[in-house]
């Protein structure tokens, strides 16, 4: 009913910047919040940042003053511009929404993205 796909991942130098885009598409009756979410190999999937429907941002402490979230509503669309990137940053990002579906009844669920991966290397 609703899919979320993301774009932007791919192999960055240690100080380098990404933009990582995540659009929902489908039977969409409002978007809530909208999220950033990562993976890193061994570890438990951590949320980076969130965006609220009407612009509230929150992030997590590692990536405040490098990270900037933001949404096109009228896109249903959310970025992640990721600046002085690090190698600790090295994940797979997803993409999390919280949306009401256009069905009858209306119904409220979270949907999340496939994941891009984002490396930070030299």
């Known amino acids: 009913q609703v899919q979320l796909v993301e774009s932007g991942g791919g192999l960055v130098q240690p100080g380098g910047s990404l933009r990582l885009s995540c659009a929902a598409s489908?039977?969409?009756?409002?978007?809530?919040?909208m999220n950033w979410y990562r993976q890193a190999p061994g570890l438990q999937r951590e949320l980076v940042a969130a965006?609220?429907?009407?612009?509230?941002?929150n992030y997590a402490d590692s990536v405040k003053g490098r990270f900037t979230i933001s949404r096109d509503n009228a896109k249903n669309t959310v970025y992640l511009q990721m600046n002085s990137l690090k190698p600790e940053d090295t994940a797979v990002y997803y993409c999390?929404?919280?949306?009401?579906?256009?069905?009858?009844?209306?119904?409220?669920?979270?949907?999340w993205g496939q994941g891009t991966q984002v490396t930070v290397s030299s």
């Open positions: 999390n929404a919280d949306v009401v579906v256009n069905t009858i009844p209306r119904v409220r669920r979270d949907y």
């Open positions: 965006v609220t429907s009407g612009g509230s941002t």
């Open positions: 489908g039977s969409i009756f409002r978007i809530y919040a």
